[in-house]
């Protein structure tokens, strides 16, 4: 039998979450006591949070994939890997993916291309030898060696890559302007604020392959050239803070950051600053704000970071998966890059499935891939059979994207007519159980707490808008409350100088324009279609059904259910605070929802 | 014996600790935000006396400084408790049900958002999103992220921290 090579443990947060630091230690006790000679090694996210914690088995060049692998179930793993066949059926049904066998995981992977995520979930984060080995800093090496700066900006300019923070401005016109700046210090920043919630692309691509995102910087500092560094973490990372901490001082070890990079005249050093928690922060000019050590709030444009960035001087600020797709398109060539993707999107985008989605996690693909296909194809269609609503698409800036619209192509203009925006690449797929409304509140109340203040119309706006939703949601909406919503959008739109404000209302505007009948549902009717809204549904419980268990009886937090044991048992609407926690625990589905 | 509070415990450190985490990056730009939140993990809030002392060798007016910590969610100016509970309610865990985690949450501890017990155990927070949305809803206890809860769940979870902080 031939020999396990390798193997790796799916260690970014959410595979600890899920109990991956179990599994390895477990996979450490093992090998251990069996005396075995096999590399066990930690990795990023392969993109299958939905089966973690994950395990690859590497035996003749060749991985299996196993997910949602228990501790007690890794000896099984090793003796099936070892020969034991009664083994290899007790660990068959674990198998998510495999290099010689098809699964039915495999649709996940089939429309998937990996640029940004290349190398996550197949190096240990924490080896920079591991990146090496993969092609890691050749490109930083053919930039010194070859190329000039022009150059450089030119390759990145005919890939098409536009920046994936959200706004889509084209990198490598943004790097000229920087370069074109003529002042002895520059600045490049990386935006690693990733506020939006629904959104983790960052998070992984830093836990799983913070060189990428170096090496990508580094190019960008020799083609605008500048000396020093900034990556913005937010302080809710702490993995992804402490991956990057090793990886900047390992790579400085290497000659790959520091004084004269791989004995060239050309230095460059970064640093990390952790984000104190505000949203607004991810907007450019607040960012550089807090770095300085202010209140992050933004400012005017003009004058342009490139022009006047961090303490006035030159400034290039790209976000995670921007500098990561930078090695491989020098690498590779621009062509590599640009052959995936439609008209002026080119390229890959990541997105993180998430919500009432099968297989929610990290996913890479091609621009032009429609929004179906992502669902449905790579994320495995909707939970529990339940019927597809909306799609969530760039967080509090972005919109709800209906059924109706599925069709739509993933690129940045597409996704722009629809109401939405492509967003940082946070998708969170609702079903038929999501309030629209209750949506448009949820985000609502999320901008108008993180509004910075600075502008009238994001202050007091927000907080007009959000006081009518709540009034809606709670069945006290007056006719004519629609057309004040769509009002006031209009006006914080053009009434904001940043784009947290210009965009506040996009969730709003696009679920009235796709769910309008469900607003006057709440509005005429005091009715909530979704059964969601609290004040507008009621509890009873189904005499058919109920077996007089008394489960309902004990976790009610409020008292509102009674009943003789295997009696019919009744809630007092009065009392009734509609948490719906006796839903969850009736076995016998008799709890009713009107 | 009754437990030691942040506050005695603040009171031993004395600032001793805040000075030292000022001295190491004097003379450096861009490093407000660091040394205020080093000076965080050092007392578990920030007191009034370390503020003034960050105010005075930064030369920044104190009004300048109150404005730039209280913008930020991160920084507390009251103590917290032993273990804080950030319940996330991101887009994804608002959508599989936050609420009614925090609800359960609220009902354990007895306690409101943003408050502390009063055994000084735990501090109950809302986050708008951990990043851990596959594993919606998710709840964070000190740096641990606990994933895919139901409400029993979340009580499951943190009994079982405030027993093991008893018996250790």
Redesign the interface.
């Known amino acids: 039998m031939s020999k396990i090579e390798e193997i790796r443990v799916g260690l970014n947060s959410c595979g600890i979450a899920a109990g991956g630091n179990e599994v390895y230690n477990a996979l450490k006790e093992e090998t251990k006591k069996r005396k075995l000679s096999i590399r066990l090694k930690s990795v990023g996210c392969i993109g299958m949070c939905y089966s973690e914690p994950l395990v690859d088995v590497i035996q003749d060049g060749k991985a299996v994939t196993y997910g949602m692998v228990k501790p007690k179930l890794v000896a099984d793993i090793i003796e099936a890997h070892l020969g034991k066949r009664e083994k290899k059926e007790t660990v068959e049904k674990f198998i998510v993916k495999g290099d010689d066998i098809r699964t039915k995981e495999d649709s996940f992977f089939d429309k998937q291309v990996k640029i940004v995520l290349r190398n996550c979930g197949i190096i240990d984060p924490d080896d920079i030898d591991e990146y090496i080995s993969r092609d890691g800093y050749k490109a930083i090496e053919k930039v010194i060696g070859e190329l000039t700066q022009e150059k450089v900006i030119e390759m990145i300019q005919e890939s098409g890559l536009r920046g994936r923070g959200g706004a889509g401005f084209p990198t490598g016109i943004k790097w000229d302007l920087a370069r074109a700046s003529k002042d002895g210090k520059k600045f490049i920043v990386c935006n690693g604020d990733e506020g939006d919630p629904g959104a983790f692309m960052d998070r992984s691509t830093l836990e799983g392959d913070p060189h990428s995102v170096i090496e990508g910087m580094l190019i960008g500092a020799f083609a605008i050239g500048a000396c020093e560094g900034y990556i913005y973490v937010r302080a809710e990372y702490p993995l992804a803070v402490k991956r990057l901490r090793n990886a900047i001082k390992k790579s400085k070890k290497y000659g790959f950051l520091g004084k004269n990079i791989l004995g060239t005249k050309f230095s460059f050093d970064i640093n990390i600053i952790e984000g104190a928690g505000a949203f607004v922060c991810g907007e450019e000019t607040a960012l550089m704000a807090s770095i300085e050590g202010k209140r992050g709030m933004p400012r005017t444009r003009p004058p342009y970071p490139a022009v006047s960035g961090l303490w006035g001087y030159p400034t290039n600020i790209n976000n995670v998966e921007t500098w990561a797709n930078i090695p491989f398109i020098i690498l590779h060539g621009p062509s590599s890059f640009n052959q995936y993707g439609k008209d002026r999107s080119k390229g890959t985008k990541v997105f993180s499935l998430a919500g009432k989605i099968v297989r929610g996690g990290l996913v890479e693909v091609p621009m032009g891939i429609t929004l179906r296909e992502v669902i449905f194809d790579v994320g495995g269609g909707i939970l529990g059979d339940k019927k597809f609503k909306a799609a969530q698409l760039g967080g509090p800036s972005g919109g709800c994207i209906p059924e109706s619209l599925i069709d739509t192509p993933v690129d940045y203009e597409s996704i722009t007519k629809t109401g939405a925006i492509m967003g940082s690449g946070g998708m969170v797929v609702m079903d038929e159980e999501t309030c629209m409304v209750d949506v448009a509140r949820f985000f609502l109340s999320f901008t108008q707490d993180e509004s910075c203040g600075k502008c009238t119309f994001c202050r007091v706006g927000s907080k007009r808008m959000l006081e009518i939703l709540t009034r809606i949601t709670e069945g006290k909406g007056k006719e004519g409350d629609i057309e004040t919503l769509e009002k006031l959008s209009q006006e914080i739109k053009s009434g904001s100088l940043c784009g947290l404000g210009q965009t506040a209302p996009n969730p709003v505007l696009t679920t009235i324009r796709y769910f309008r009948d469900e607003y006057e549902e709440h509005i005429k009717n005091k009715k909530c279609p979704a059964h969601k809204c609290r004040s507008l549904i009621t509890y009873s419980i189904d005499s058919d059904k109920c077996t007089g268990c008394g489960r309902c009886k004990i976790v009610c937090p409020v008292g509102a259910v009674t009943g003789e044991p295997k009696k019919m048992h009744t809630i007092d609407s009065e009392k009734c605070s509609r948490c719906g926690f006796c839903r969850d625990a009736c076995n016998f589905d008799a709890i009713k929802v009107e | 014996m009754p437990e030691i509070g942040f506050c005695n415990k603040f009171m031993e450190m004395s600032l001793f600790k805040a000075r030292e985490i000022i001295k190491k990056y004097q003379g450096k ?6 040394i ?2 080093e000076i965080q993990d050092v007392y578990g809030f920030l007191p009034k006396d370390t503020l003034e002392i960050v105010a005075q060798e930064r030369s920044i007016p104190p009004a300048t400084l109150f ?2 910590v209280t ?5 507390k100016l009251s103590p917290c408790g032993e273990h804080i509970i950030k319940v996330c ?9 936050a609420e ?1 985690i925090t ?2 949450i609220v ?1 354990m501890l007895n306690i409101k958002e943003g408050e502390t017990t009063s055994d000084s155990k735990f501090t109950l927070e809302k ?10 809803p ?1 709840i ?1 206890i000190d ?6 809860l ?3 769940k979340a009580k499951r979870v943190i009994k079982r921290i405030a027993h093991d902080a008893e018996k250790g």
């Open positions: 730009e861009g490093v407000l935000i660091t205020l939140q404005g730039i913008f930020y969610s991160q920084f309610h991101g887009t994804a865990c608002h959508v599989t049900g009614r609800e359960a009902g986050v708008a999103c951990l990043g851990c949305c596959s594993l919606a998710c964070m740096d641990k992220v606990y994933g895919k139901t409400a029993d």
